[in-house]
């Protein structure tokens, strides 16, 4: 079944200009069937909107994954209700703008993106674990299911990834911009990684000019920030499905240099 496998690159959090950049390098260079990002931070280090959503998709993205930052630009905000292609976490009220899911096809293949956030360290929103479990068992996909858990606590990561343990096809970590080493397939077939890491200028901190930030720390005073421009990184995951039995067949940590 494998030579018929389902081919998903995710890309972590592309971070402005830069990551935008590289998203358009390296999507000619790479082969799948379906091209998703986390595009939380795409217009200017911090938030999204129409103008760069529409960008990514024109460049070859299939799916844009958000998250708490997915509010920063106002002008999103009535665009979320008309995209389905541009997801806001699941776990939101049901008044919130978007939706937290979306099934996208090419040919025969199909593929079903969740998008949910994290409570821990961060806002109070539903519950995480049932809103996926209540959704699953609610939906009942017939397409693989990939689920970005935008997160900021390890252990939340990690425990989401047992909990939906061969139930769903991945589980992939976003928001901390940090790309981990612990992908693996669980022993239920689901692909899992803590964080893919960010796209976007490593000679920064977490995607933001590296001076400024240091600046900040040292005296405590709010600073202006802004992207940082050196040493542009592609940072994410391959991963392969079997469409039959919606499991993980492969893994594979992403992590290109890109002369911009």
């Not at 200009?17 to 217009?43: H, S, W």
């Not at 292609?85 to 939706?99: C, D, F, T, V």
């Not at 998008?115 to 068992?137: A, H, I, K, Y």
């Not at 606590?153 to 976003?174: N, P």
């Amino acid at each position: 079944m494998q030579d018929s496998a389902i081919d998903v690159i995710f890309l972590g959090d592309v971070i402005g200009k830069p990551g935008r950049q590289a998203v358009r390098e390296i999507v000619k260079k790479l082969k799948f069937d379906f091209f998703i990002i986390n595009g939380e931070n795409l217009a200017g280090g911090i938030g999204i909107t129409p103008k760069v959503a529409e960008e990514m998709f024109s460049c070859g993205v299939d799916v844009i994954t958000t998250g708490n930052h997915v509010w920063k630009k106002k002008e999103i905000l009535p665009y979320l209700n008309g995209e389905r292609r541009i997801l806001r976490p699941l776990n939101y009220p049901p008044e919130a703008p978007g939706s937290g899911f979306t099934v996208v096809r090419k040919g025969e293949k199909a593929l079903c993106v969740i998008n949910v956030e994290g409570r821990v360290f961060m806002n109070p929103l539903l519950c995480p674990f049932r809103t996926v479990s209540e959704f699953l068992e609610r939906e009942k996909m017939d397409a693989p299911v990939i689920v970005d858990f935008h997160a900021e606590a390890t252990s939340e990561k990690i425990a989401m990834g047992w909990f939906l343990d061969g139930k769903v096809s991945a589980v992939l970590g976003t928001h901390t911009h940090v790309q981990t080493a612990d992908e693996r397939i669980l022993p239920g077939g689901t692909g899992y990684i803590t964080d893919v890491g960010m796209t976007g200028p490593q000679d920064s901190v977490i995607g933001m000019e590296k001076n400024v930030i240091i600046e900040r720390f040292l005296t405590q005073i709010p600073q202006k920030f802004s992207v940082g421009k050196e040493n542009v990184e592609v940072q994410g995951v391959r991963v392969r499905i079997d469409p039959s039995t919606k499991k993980c067949l492969e893994i594979e940590r992403l992590k290109v240099k890109l002369e911009l």
